[in-house]
T-cell receptor, first 116, second 112 residues
């Protein structure tokens, strides 16, 4: 596609529900990142994929957060047993290259998750 | 641990004035620094990317400087317009894979 696409754009979940957020990166992009942006804050790194391999998941806040990219393209961020503190905008970014190249990542419009 | 700070948190200027946005970081071992724009309810739009070996980068009315040794970057926007109203975020690249560390942003309002 023309850009990084995320769905849904908005999600309201009751506390305790499981949610799945989808990211369609730009076709052919090797690197994929997930970030979490709380209201009034900058995005915080969650996890990174290079093709289908999850190389860094140091930013995932708890074991309720799980991300996958099984075929090296579309990625899903899953949050189990959602809590109110999970309310945030979840941003996905993709980049055409991998290690050692100083290129920029392209961001999607994000999914705004509200846990009530 | 790298920390990125943006001052001021909010800024309001009349149309036509120049904007000066500041970003500071604590660890000079960065790959590059990037400035983004974020409109309400939208994702991030990249404005300028400065490599660690560069001192500045320019695009149209935008100019960004980088002083790695002092851990500072400044984004200048000349002759501001109401359409420049947005939140501006700076981010440093931490590793070869491309992980970014963001500041909290500066919310800019340009009044007609």
């Amino acid at each position: 596609g023309a850009g990084v696409s995320q769905s849904p754009r908005y999600k309201v979940a009751k506390r305790g529900q499981d949610v799945a957020l989808r990211c369609d990166p730009i076709s052919g992009h090797v690197s994929l990142f997930w970030y979490q942006q709380a209201l009034g804050q900058g995005p915080e790194f969650l996890t990174y994929f290079q093709n289908e391999a999850q190389l860094d998941k140091s930013g995932l806040p708890s074991d309720r957060f799980f991300a996958e990219r099984p075929e090296g393209s579309v990625s899903t961020l899953k949050i189990q047993r959602t809590q109110q503190e999970d309310s945030a905008v979840y941003l996905c970014a993709s980049s055409p290259v991998q290690v050692g190249m100083n290129t920029e990542a392209f961001f999607g419009q994000g999914t705004r998750l509200t846990v009530v | 641990k790298q920390e990125v700070t943006q001052i001021p948190a909010a800024l309001s200027v009349p149309e036509g004035e120049n904007l000066v946005l500041n970003c500071s970081f604590t660890d000079s071992a960065i790959y590059n620094l990037q400035w983004f724009r974020q409109d309400p309810g939208k994702g991030l739009t990249s404005l300028l990317l400065i490599q660690s070996s560069q001192r500045e980068q320019t695009s149209g009315r935008l100019n960004a400087s980088l002083d790695k040794s002092s851990g500072r970057s400044t984004l200048y926007i000349a002759a501001s317009q109401p359409g420049d109203s947005a939140t501006y975020l700076c981010a440093v690249r931490l590793d070869s894979w491309g992980k970014l560390q963001f500041g909290a942003g500066t919310q800019v309002v340009v009044t007609p």
